[in-house]
């Protein structure tokens, strides 16, 4: 996402073009021609045309929704409970230019097509008597009739179909304009009803129903109406013989409108389905980090199973049904001619070329809309109507409380933070729920710092939501005077530069902006970027430390100018330096006149503060200055640490509190795979060190050229084996020779029928066309006698003759078309499947780089779009292709029947078409991978704004973000409006080829008339009619193909990512199931860089970490601690040796090493589901240790008291868990899993000192045996650890125990501790000595430790190179020598 983008594309030709070139699309000549030269990007196409805009389309319409409410919500209409309807706000918006559209289809289908097959009956009448009464001129003049009706219908047809699709796409970017303004007004109790993954569908597929149900919708009205012409028509060509087709005909209409209620109940099915299945994708891919480090891919692959089944069990019965449809159509002009004319027959009347050609082209005609467009309306319609209502249902979810009083912003001596007697609730997921906060009071004045302190759980960011307005007091009042800005407790970082997410839409103010980065300590940080602030950060942030994400999203709420500032624990992510730097120079200093509300977990700080205001489970404990309190009596820590533990914490917190990211932003606050290209971007790396490279955060692939031959071989060769794939071939081809041969064989009936007639011997020949009923019964043995089956039968064959071989025809066409048709679409099916299962098993095996180099929504489209095209799109367009290529081909071969000269046309335009396709595909390719790439960014930056939704409304920054979204919506209507354009063209110039030949053929006849019958002149000629709209749809969907293949090459592409090394150990390396038995861990000479061109993170870390030891991990931000812990795990794999209890970790399958290791992370991330899959995804433990593991966590009596207990639902994200909470279940997991080693990475950055007390106290109950590797910027965390590991631009500077570190002034890590204060640095000082003393007395001693000067711990066995490489300097050195002598 990239914000204030006003890049402008080049101006559309289409505002320029006369009548004519737009008529035949003329203007899109210049750009075929150079598309045809060069690849085409997103620079080469146009702006959108003046009505296109995205924000002119959304206002359109959402100024007829407002009507539509405003009108249910009169008093008049309340009591009626009349619900809004969007599909009556559409047709008002877009109802009129699109009903003018169908004065074209009118001539279409109504005047051109219905004068053309009279037109030929003259012609063919012409032909078939010797005694015309039609001259040759007449007949020249009928013959132009022909070829004009083809050329009229060519003009009219495209500029129609064009007009349709861009009313649909007109449609489909105001819904989805309007969609995405409901998201960022959505109340927290609607979005406790919905998913981002219902969004991101809705988006995706519900609104491209539009594109497509538009097309066919004037042949609800068109169709009848034809009908009833070509009817009279025909009753007087052939007498009430017609109405039997017209009911055969009539019964299809039903038939359908009840498949068309069919297809959307299934497709609604399908629509959910599909939601669950992408919401599961949306979550798997978000906590991608997590599920790898404790091994759960294979239960998460298991979940996505189950639902990618229950999708396809639907689509399965959406397939039988579509191929009943289509069978039916392919055979149904057979049926309705044969039983028509078989009445013809019995009711005395005989066959003539003139009245079967007539009737034949009348017939598929009527046939064609009737039975095609007419039904396909019905259906698409009903399936936009489900979209719709699901689009209604979302628009009418609730909204967030607007302000009424716009009212002027106050002085700032005026402004204030006034509550009295509040008392707010959560909206409720289910649960009964306490109050979140009961009877708060206290206001708050400009220059005040006004903290908020307790433990998780209490209401603390609950009440930043109620100054926010995120929600509404059910008791006492809030009053806010003054502008508001707002820093998250997780940072919210979207994709784009630096500079882009701090000021968010907002003018660029030099003087404030530098201001603000020193402030936020960040300018250090912009000076090792490569860019400086101009550097792209990925989605989530995910080239920034955690620390950086932190700052970058203070320095944002710091940009504002405002009158309030609300900050969420901002000081957690950091360390004791950089915190103290940001509450002195940013919260006391950069905003000293200002309204502050902080909201910390850091004691340290509350002495510098105005107002401390302390929750206990969401009631006042205790409220005043640091001294008023402490005087009262009251220690703030112990008020906070002594609290019982089964305190009641809130579990009914929405996505604006827990933040969204939890559930559409990867866990990825670890982040390190590219944070540190280079060196870390935050490392304390000298001037000399090289600056690191541009974050690979790339720009989608986008292949080029021809979909590859090899492409299609394996989305079939998906489908089924070898044999699968002939028996198909087979079917197809017997079925097209089926087809054609009734066609060929009807013409040798006509023939032989006109002849008998001339010859006088039809009553002779034809003895029961005066047949009754009764009668009826003697046919088949007077057949048998006299019907001649022998010689050359075929040549003339009698009625009885022509009747059976047409009904065996018939009947077989029917039959295999049937097997054709079902063996198909299981085919596909079959090979969506495949496709989805692979490229899901690649996904979930790529190694995590891959996660922080594509954002979500790009890989989310991969699964939604790609999978969804697989599933319903090209199936239908390939069928199209190939059922159309034989017919086309069929055609061909009767009319070299007819005469082998009038293929002699075919030879020239067949080159023409070849060169003329070649040259369309080069620039239709690359429109429609345009379109593809360009839609990305739309579900991108959905995903971005849903995360940062309560900093967006905070900041009131929901104008600009709909902006960006308008000009994403506008760049992917400007390819999508060429890919229409580029469509038509082909489809049109394609027609005027096929018109060609019409002509060709139509004149020869004339020419060949000596020599020809009429029913042979009608055959070709008809044939050659037939090709005219059917043979330029059949090469465009054959590039709709090539296009829709394009979704299945994205998908292979992603199914053939590289892989993590294997999960399993190799037989005879798998390590024993005891093992590690100690937890003895040895680094050596360990580097670790996240790709083979990046500078290393790490550098040759050389340590042993003995069993049962208990490390703290300290650095400043960007160090590489976190990527120790990646080192670890083997996210990416390390260079040098890692080894656990005698083995070498990447001698190793990644499971038996990832399994045995525990980790609580540094965002916890929790899934949607019951809390028991939460702790226990494969099931493997009993509920007693599920208890027990709970209990350790400190959440026994939390989780009791919810109604279902174990089996209690957490919302996506676990989001109505506070963060904390979260925290303390990841704790629970590791308590479960027994493992010998444990990780805590920065584990209590979000909670307060008293659970960070319980999370180590249960830490040293429970892992007494473990060891422990601790990264924590709280220093009182790990100041009791055996050993410190300080670490600084990717070396490890120092290790030894913290008590003997701090007794060297030039220590870093006593400048570390001295950065907290004078008073918590003795107070850590002396928990050091405690520690240190506890472990001498209990004989734990460091018996290998290596002591320099003052007995400090200096780098173990470091030789004076290494220290060098390392960066130490001459004096680092001399300890290590004076060490080893």
């Not at 009739?145 to 047809?157: D, K, N, R, W």
């Not at 209604?392 to 716009?406: G, M, P, Q």
């Not at 059922?883 to 080159?911: C, H, M, Y």
């Amino acid at each position: 996402m990239e914000l204030n983008r006003n890049k402008k594309l080049n101006p559309n030709p289409r505002l320029k073009a006369n009548f004519l070139s737009a008529l035949i699309f003329w203007w899109v000549n210049p750009f075929m021609g150079y598309g045809a030269k060069k690849d085409l990007e997103v620079g080469d196409l146009y702006d959108v045309m003046p009505g296109d805009h995205s924000e002119e389309l959304g206002l359109k319409l959402q100024k007829e929704w407002d009507n539509q409410l405003a009108k249910c919500n009169s008093d008049g209409n309340k009591s009626k409970k009349l619900r809004p309807s969007l599909t009556k706000a559409l047709i008002k918006t877009f109802g009129l230019k699109f009903m003018l559209v169908g004065i074209l289809v009118f001539l279409e289908e109504c005047i051109f097509k219905i004068g053309q097959p009279l037109c030929l009956g003259q012609l063919v009448h012409y032909f078939g008597s010797d005694n015309s009464t039609i001259t040759t001129t007449q007949a020249y003049l009928y013959a132009t009739g022909v070829v004009l009706g083809s050329a009229l219908y060519t003009t009219t047809h495209h500029p129609f179909f064009f007009s349709c699709q861009h009313t649909g796409m007109q449609i489909r970017v105001a819904a989805c304009s309007l969609v995405y303004k409901k998201c960022l007004l959505l109340s927290q109790k609607a979005l406790g009803q919905t998913t981002i993954g219902q969004m991101v569908n809705i988006m995706s597929n519900d609104v491209n129903r539009y594109d497509f149900s538009v097309i066919f919708l004037h042949y609800l009205w068109v169709g009848p109406l034809q009908t009833l012409i070509s009817m009279a028509i025909l009753l007087h060509v052939i007498g009430p013989s017609c109405l039997v087709g017209l009911a055969v005909l009539i019964l299809f209409v039903p038939l359908q409108s009840w498949m068309g209620k069919v297809f959307s109940k299934l497709r609604l099915e399908t629509a959910k389905r599909t939601d669950e299945r992408i919401r599961t994708m949306n979550e798997i891919i978000s906590a991608m980090r997590v599920i790898k480090m404790y091994t759960w891919e294979k239960p998460f692959a298991k979940l996505i199973s189950d639902c990618r089944r229950k999708e396809i069990n639907v689509i399965r019965r959406t397939n039988y049904f579509r191929a009943l449809n289509m069978s039916l159509f392919f055979t149904s002009s057979k049926l309705i001619i044969f039983l028509t004319f078989l009445v013809f027959i019995f009711t005395g009347n005989h066959l003539t070329s003139e009245k079967v050609f007539v009737t034949v082209s009348l017939f598929n005609n009527i046939r064609l809309i009737m039975t095609l467009f007419f039904p396909g309306a019905i259906t698409m319609s009903a399936e936009a109507r489900v979209s719709t209502k699901r689009i209604e249902n979302f628009l009418l979810l609730d909204e967030i409380e607007k302000s009424s009083k716009a009212k002027l912003r106050p002085a700032l001596s005026e402004c204030l933070i006034e509550l009295n007697q509040l008392t707010v609730k959560w909206p409720a997921a289910g649960e009964k729920e306490d109050n979140t906060l009961t009877d708060i009071s206290f206001n708050v004045r400009p220059g005040q710092v006004f903290a908020i302190v307790g433990q998780v759980g209490c209401g603390k960011s609950s009440l930043l939501n109620v100054i926010l307005g995120e929600l509404s007091p059910t008791k006492g009042t809030c009053r806010i005077a003054g502008k508001v800005a707002y820093a998250s407790q997780e940072s919210w970082i979207f994709s784009g530069t630096v500079r882009q997410n701090i000021l968010c839409g907002l003018e660029y103010d030099l003087k404030r902006y530098k201001k603000v980065i020193k402030a936020c300590a960040l300018d250090k940080d912009f000076s090792l970027f490569p860019n400086n602030d101009q550097t792209t950060v990925g989605e989530r942030g995910v080239s920034l430390s955690g620390g950086q994400k932190a700052r970058v999203n203070l320095a944002r709420s710091l940009y504002v100018d405002a009158d309030i500032y609300l900050m969420d624990d901002p000081l957690s992510a950091v360390d004791t330096h950089v915190g103290r730097h940001l509450f002195d120079k940013a919260i006391n200093g950069f905003l000293r006149d200002k309204i502050r509300v902080l909201v910390t977990h850091q004691l340290q700080y509350l002495k510098d503060v105005d107002q401390i205001l302390i929750l206990k489970a969401g009631r006042v404990e205790a409220m005043g200055s640091y001294k008023e309190i402490s005087n009262s009596g009251l220690d703030i820590a112990k008020t906070i640490e002594d609290e019982e533990p089964d305190q009641e914490e809130d579990l009914t917190r929405s996505f604006s509190e827990c933040e969204i990211e939890s559930s559409i932003s990867r866990c990825g606050s670890i982040s390190n795979s590219i944070r540190q290209r280079g060196g870390s971007v935050a490392s304390r790396s000298s001037a000399k060190e090289k600056k690191e490279e541009k974050p690979a955060f790339a720009e989608e692939s986008r292949s080029s050229g021809s979909v590859s031959l090899k492409v299609y071989w394996e989305y079939f060769r998906s489908g089924g084996s070898c044999i699968y794939l002939l028996l198909f071939t087979f079917t197809c081809l017997l079925t097209q020779i089926l087809f054609s041969g009734s066609d060929y064989w009807l013409t040798l009936w006509t023939n032989a029928e006109e002849l008998r007639t001339r010859q006088g011997n039809v009553s002779e020949n034809s003895s029961f066309l005066n047949i009754t009923e009764a009668d009826f019964s003697n046919v088949t043995d007077e057949i048998k006698e006299n019907g001649p089956f022998s010689g050359e039968w075929w040549k003339e064959p009698d009625t009885y003759t022509g009747i059976y071989v047409f009904t065996i025809l018939i009947v077989g066409v029917f039959i295999f078309s049937m097997i054709r048709t079902i063996h198909y679409f299981l085919m596909c099916m079959i090979s969506s499947i495949h496709l989805h299962n692979r490229m899901f098993q690649s996904i979930i095996r790529a190694p995590l780089l891959f996660f922080d180099q594509n954002p979500v929504g790009r890989i989310l489209n991969r699964f939604a779009k790609d999978i969804g095209c697989m599933d319903e799109m090209l199936p239908s367009a390939f069928f199209d292709v190939i059922t159309i290529a034989l017919t086309a081909i069929g055609i061909l071969f009767l009319v070299g029947l007819v005469n082998p000269w009038l293929l002699l046309p075919i030879l020239f335009l067949s080159v023409i078409f070849v060169k003329f396709r070649q040259f369309y595909l080069k620039t239709a390719r690359d429109v429609k991978r345009l379109e593809s790439t360009t839609r990305s960014p739309v579900f991108t930056h959905l995903s971005s704004s849903l995360v940062g939704l309560t900093t967006l409304r905070a900041h009131q920054c929901e104008v600009v973000f709909q902006q960006i979204f308008d000009e994403c919506q506008d760049v992917h209507s400007s390819a999508w409006y060429m890919f229409l354009a580029t469509t038509r063209w082909f489809g049109i110039w394609l027609d005027w080829i096929c018109v060609t030949y019409v002509a060709c053929v139509t004149y020869a006849c004339l020419g060949l008339s000596t020599s020809m019958t009429g029913s042979e002149a009608g055959l070709a000629i008809s044939s050659a009619m037939a090709l005219t709209g059917m043979f330029q749809w059949g090469v465009r969907q054959s590039a709709e193909v090539e296009n829709q293949m394009t979704s299945v090459e994205r998908v292979i592409e992603y199914s053939k990512l590289p892989s993590e090394a294997a999960l399993d150990s190799i037989t005879g390396k798998k390590p024993p199931d005891t093992w590690p038995s100690s937890g003895n861990i040895q680094f050596d000479d360990m580097s670790l860089r996240y790709t083979e061109v990046d500078q290393p993170v790490l550098k040759n870390i050389t340590c042993f970490v003995r069993a049962n030891e208990k490390i703290g991990i300290v650095g400043r931000t960007g160090a590489g601690k976190s990527s120790l812990i990646a080192s670890l795990f083997r996210l990416a794999e390390p260079e040098g040796r890692i080894i656990i209890d005698g083995i070498d970790s990447k001698s190793i399958g990644l499971h038996d090493l990832r399994s045995k290791i525990a980790i609580i992370p540094q965002d916890p991330v929790l899934f949607s589901g019951s809390l028991r899959k939460n702790l226990d995804p494969f099931g493997q433990y009993s509920d007693e240790a599920l208890w027990n593991s709970l209990e350790g966590a400190k959440l026994k009596d939390t989780v009791k008291e919810l109604s279902a207990g174990l089996e209690a639902n957490m919302t996506e994200g676990g989001a109505n868990f506070s963060v904390g909470q979260r925290q303390l279940i990841c704790l629970a997991r590791a308590i479960l899993r027994q493992n010998r080693i444990l990780v805590l990475d920065e584990a209590t950055a979000n909670v307060d000192q008293k659970t960070d007390s319980l999370i180590q106290l249960t830490i040293r109950e429970r892992f007494r045996d473990c060891t422990v590797m601790t990264i924590a910027h709280r220093l009182n965390t790990i100041m009791d650890s055996d050993r410190i590991m300080l670490l600084d631009a990717g070396y490890l500077k120092e290790f030894g125990e913290p008590a003997v570190l701090l007794e060297n002034p030039k220590s870093m890590f006593y400048s570390l501790v001295e950065q907290t204060g004078p008073i918590v640095a003795s107070q850590l000082t002396e928990l050091a000595k405690q520690a240190a003393e506890s472990r001498h007395q209990n004989g734990i001693d460091n018996v290998n430790q290596t002591n320099g000067i003052n007995g400090n711990s200096i780098h173990y066995l470091l030789c004076p190179k290494a220290s060098q490489e390392q960066g130490l300097d001459e004096l680092d050195i001399e300890f290590t020598e004076n060490c080893k002598l």
